[in-house]
Structure formats: structure tokens, C-alpha cells
């Protein structure tokens, strides 16, 4: 009884002590941001600023390279708007393909489309860069939205599962009352796996965000700079560092992604736990 009665006390305390843990380096990050440039690393281990500069917000938003920060903001949505529309439409259409249509090969393509999930991203970049240069791709967003309309192999493995789950007794249905594939697909198959959707949709979304590798690849104009390249730009091994303008702008690019977990956690728990349990 005693033991039950201490149970819960013990494990919110171990809980919270790792949640502390895990937070502390956005804390230090966040205080970082009221230092001033050459104290960061020389008080690393004051949590609490001697002084709070709020200086640092000031000159990070007025940005860098001849760009204010704000652009950087602009470029990143606009690839993580297209980028993410993209990836969840092609990507139900090529699940629903894999989980209700009988065609020819059809195992067969889907254990290439597995196969895809275990290949390093590093060995098809070389060969990306060729083709989108042969393309005139290059120094556009192109390269970092287009691919995302040809789905993608975790997305589409996800919401397989949720269409696996539905009865095909309601396409039998639903093709009696005069559906065609496509309407079927519309009207039956995407409304019941919305969570399947708001999960590939949060995932696309800071997966693009925090992107670095294409934005270096493919942009080379500051004024097409994303948000991890705009932070980067702040680090000039040359001249000089400015640490707290872009400890600052680390924590306002925070700002969409805390917002968008906050208001799709549900989502983002019920999509996962549903293709785990229904796969």
C-alpha cells in the first residue's frame, strides 16, 4: 500500500528530471540569446546572464549578408507549403494504389518502394545534382520542392497501414452506389485516414524546415536563403562570429515548429500508435 501510494510521486519526479535534461539545452539556448557575443562560451556554464542584452534579437532580424532575416523566414515556408502538399497528396494516392488496387507487379514495386526506406540519403545526392543540373534546376527552389510530388516511402508505408484497416466492405459499397476509383479514393479513403495525413503533414513539415543539405546544394542567392542557411550565415570564421544574433534567430526559427507540435501532438501520437497497432 505504501508502495503504491509513493508509485506516482516517484515516477512524475524521475519523468520531469528527464524532461529537465532533455530541455536544458534549448534553456541555455534561450538564455544564450540575451548575452553578448564574446560572453556566450566564457559564462557557458552561468545559466542566468550577468547582463540581458536584448540587442541581439534586434541585429538577428535585421539579418545578415545584406538580407534581413525575415526573407530567410519567407523562403522557408513557401518550400515547406509546396514541399508538404506535395509529399501527402502523392503520397495517398501511391498508398491507396498499394492498398486497394490489384494491378500487375504490384509486390513487387512495393518492396522496391521498402527497399528505398534503407538507402542512405548521401548516395543518391551526387546523382540528384547531375539530373537537376541537367535540368537547369539549380538556384531554385525546384530541386527541394519538385521531388516531394512523387511521394514518399514513409508517408506512403503509413497510411498503407491505415488503408489496410478500413473495411473493403465499404469499396464494394461504395462502388455498388456508382463510384469510380477516383471518387472512391475522394470521397471514402481520405476522410478516414486523416490522421495518417496530419502525421506525414507535421513530419513533411520539419523535415523541410530544418533542411540544410538541399538549401547548400541547390541555392546559391542569399535572397533564396532558407532559415538553416540564413543561421549559418552568421558564422564567419574569418572575421568574427555572431553568436548571439544567431543563438537569437535559432529561437524564433523555433517558434513555427513549438506552435505546430503544440496544436498537432494528438495527431501526431494518434497517426503513429494507430499504423503501429492496425499494421
Known amino acids: 500500500m505504501v508502495a503504491g501510494k509513493w508509485k506516482w510521486p516517484v515516477y512524475h519526479l524521475f519523468v520531469g528530471a528527464i524532461a529537465i535534461l532533455m ?14 557575443s564574446r560572453t556566450i562560451f566564457a559564462t557557458a556554464s552561468q545559466l542566468v546572464p550577468q547582463s540581458w542584452d536584448f540587442g541581439n534579437y534586434a541585429a538577428g532580424w535585421a ?37 486497394r488496387l490489384d494491378f500487375k507487379g504490384r509486390n513487387l514495386w512495393f518492396a522496391l518502394m521498402m527497399v528505398t526506406l534503407m538507402l542512405p540519403h548521401d548516395v543518391v545526392l551526387v546523382p540528384q ?11 531554385s527552389m525546384k530541386p527541394i520542392v519538385i521531388p516531394n510530388y512523387f511521394g514518399a516511402p514513409f508517408f506512403i508505408f503509413l497510411m498503407i ?3 489496410r484497416s478500413i473495411p473493403i466492405e465499404l469499396d464494394e459499397a461504395a462502388t455498388i452506389d456508382g463510384c469510380d476509383k477516383f471518387r472512391l479514393f475522394y470521397r471514402i479513403i481520405l476522410p478516414l ?23 547548400v546544394l541547390y541555392l546559391n542567392s542569399p535572397q533564396k536563403y532558407t532559415v538553416s542557411m540564413g543561421l549559418k550565415m552568421f558564422l564567419d570564421s574569418e572575421s568574427g562570429s555572431n553568436w548571439g544574433a544567431m543563438f537569437a534567430m535559432s529561437i524564433v526559427s523555433l517558434i513555427p515548429v513549438v506552435v505546430v507540435f503544440f496544436m498537432f501532438q494528438k495527431q501526431i501520437v494518434e497517426g503513429i500508435s494507430s499504423s503501429g497497432l492496425k499494421g
Do not use: H
Not at 519567407?74 to 515547406?80: E, G, P, R, W
Not at 485516414?193 to 538549401?215: M, Q
Open 23 to 36: 530541455l536544458y539545452p534549448i534553456i541555455w539556448l534561450f538564455m544564450s540569446s540575451f548575452k553578448e
Open 63 to 99: 539579418g545578415v549578408g545584406g538580407q534581413p532575416f525575415a526573407q530567410f523566414i519567407v523562403n522557408s515556408l513557401i518550400i515547406v507549403v509546396l514541399a508538404t502538399i506535395g509529399a501527402v497528396i502523392s503520397s495517398a494516392l501511391v498508398a491507396f494504389g498499394f492498398g
Open 129 to 139: 545534382y547531375i539530373i537537376f543540373s541537367k535540368l537547369e534546376w539549380l538556384n
Open 161 to 163: 497501414q491505415f488503408i
Open 193 to 215: 485516414i486523416k490522421p495518417a495525413l496530419a502525421t506525414a503533414a507535421i513530419f513533411s513539415f520539419y523535415w523541410r524546415w530544418e533542411d540544410l543539405i538541399g538549401p
